[in-house]
């Protein structure tokens, strides 16, 4: 009978330590996010940061701006984004991104730029930090859940536009 169970146990044992393992490649799946965040920040200079966030936010997602309420909602947050985004351009740089170990949840963190020109034409510049909460969609795409940022001073070495 020991042996039948031991026979048993041998048969089960792959079984039960390929259900603990990932189903995915884990530094795969952060390049990809990585990517999908290099993606999104193109797209908001290309086509406006609304646009962007209209396109690459969670229907569910919450912004925090600094010094502001959250926003809850894709629709609530393109809407808001939208009366101002024809006046800035707004570019960031991810520095990482990481992927939970269910493959679900991720976040990606950097820094970006924000120029502006107002109405007789003169330029400015602000810089700052961000920090994004992404989901995994059911399509295997990337959209950010919870997106927050703040401003910090310019980065040593770089000169104001």
């Known amino acids: ?31 990809k996010l990585m990517q999908t965040d290099i993606e999104f920040s193109n ?14 936010l969670d ?3 919450v912004q925090l701006p600094a010094q502001a309420d959250p926003v809850v909602g894709r629709e609530s947050i393109y809407a808001r984004m939208r009366t101002s985004s024809n006046r800035y351009v707004l570019q960031w740089e991810p520095k990482k991104a990481e992927v939970s170990g269910s493959g ?3 976040y990606t963190w ?25 989901k995994k969609q059911n399509d295997g795409s990337w959209k950010v859940l919870i997106d927050i940022g703040n401003q910090s001073p310019e980065p040593k070495g770089e000169s104001q536009q």
Do not use: H
């Open 104 to 106: 679900d949840m991720g």
């Open 43 to 56: 797209k908001s200079v290309e086509v406006g940061a609304a646009e962007a966030f209209n396109q690459y």
């Open 110 to 134: 950097g820094t970006y730029t924000v120029t502006s020109e107002d109405e007789k034409g003169l330029k400015s510049t602000s810089y700052g930090k961000y920090l994004n909460v992404w």
């Open 1 to 31: 009978m020991k042996t039948l169970g031991r026979r048993i146990g041998l048969l089960v044992a792959p079984f039960v330590i390929a259900a603990c393992e990932p189903r995915f490649d884990l530094e795969k799946e952060q390049s």
């Open 59 to 61: 229907a569910d997602a």
